[in-house]
């Protein structure tokens, strides 16, 4: 079957680094997304990994190991404002994005 | 990027109405529009794939028959939730993607039903 895993929740100091992780399990891929999402609101793009490699853009970084069905989202010089849940969405051979639970992320002063 | 625009933001009814849900692609064509349904403290779940012209293709376990979506135009999609109940109430959001696009997906501002 299909699977998005990622964590449930995070805590981070303002300032810091943090990364967070998923993994997938698709039939086929085509690429690996990462949105944010405020509560109440709906998700906003963040990024979109295909190949291989890190990806950076800004203070915010995506990995992505194809062999490994592996993905991670960096988040450096953290602010309070980046206290959302970031959803990782993994795209089949269908064009379907397969999404993962979110992962809360609760930035500290 | 491209604006997708959801109305309304916030609906209230009563418990046996039908409610309708618009998604509109502001500065493109949209041929594919999807409509998720959010439950508190939950991911995305998708409902169905609306595809201009033809029927929409529904995920399983989401009744065809409540859920009535309708992609009549390249920058329109409606859902109308049937016969409205109160396990009915969620936060419904649509997305588009430009057909020339790497696939990103562009998110509505979400609509939050609450039904009486």
């Known amino acids: 079957g299909q699977n998005i895993d990622q964590p449930t929740e995070m805590t981070a100091t303002e300032g810091a680094i943090v990364q967070i992780n998923c993994t997938y399990q698709?039939?086929?891929?085509?690429?690996l997304f990462w949105y944010q999402q405020h509560a109440g609101e709906a998700p906003t793009f963040l990024s979109y990994?295909?190949l291989d490699g890190l990806e950076e853009k800004g203070r915010f970084s995506s990995f992505l190991s194809r062999s490994k069905g592996y993905s991670y989202l960096l988040l450096k010089e953290l602010q309070m404002k980046d206290s959302a849940s970031y959803l990782c969405?993994?795209?089949?051979?269908?064009?379907?994005?397969?999404w993962g639970a979110g992962t809360k992320l609760i930035i500290k002063p | 990027g491209a604006v997708v625009s959801q109305h309304p933001s916030w609906v209230i009814c009563k418990s046996g109405t039908s409610v309708k849900i618009e998604c509109r692609s502001l500065?493109?064509?949209?041929?594919?529009m999807f409509w998720y349904r959010q439950f508190p403290k939950q991911s995305l779940m998708l409902m169905a794939t609306?595809?201009?012209?033809?029927?929409?293709?529904?995920e399983q376990g989401v009744e065809k028959d409540k859920f009535l979506i309708n992609h009549a135009s390249l920058t329109l999609s409606t859902l109308t939730v049937t016969s409205a109940h109160p396990e009915d109430s969620s936060f419904y959001i649509c997305?588009?993607?430009?057909?020339?696009?790497?696939?990103?997906?562009?998110f509505g501002e979400g609509s939050r039903l609450t039904v009486l």
């Open positions: 997305s588009a993607r430009e057909p020339a696009d790497t696939g990103e997906l562009f």
């Open positions: 500065d493109f064509q949209a041929t594919t």
């Open positions: 609306s595809n201009e012209g033809s029927k929409a293709t529904y």
């Open positions: 698709t039939s086929g891929f085509n690429g």
């Open positions: 990994n295909v």
């Open positions: 969405a993994a795209m089949d051979s269908n064009y379907q994005l397969i």
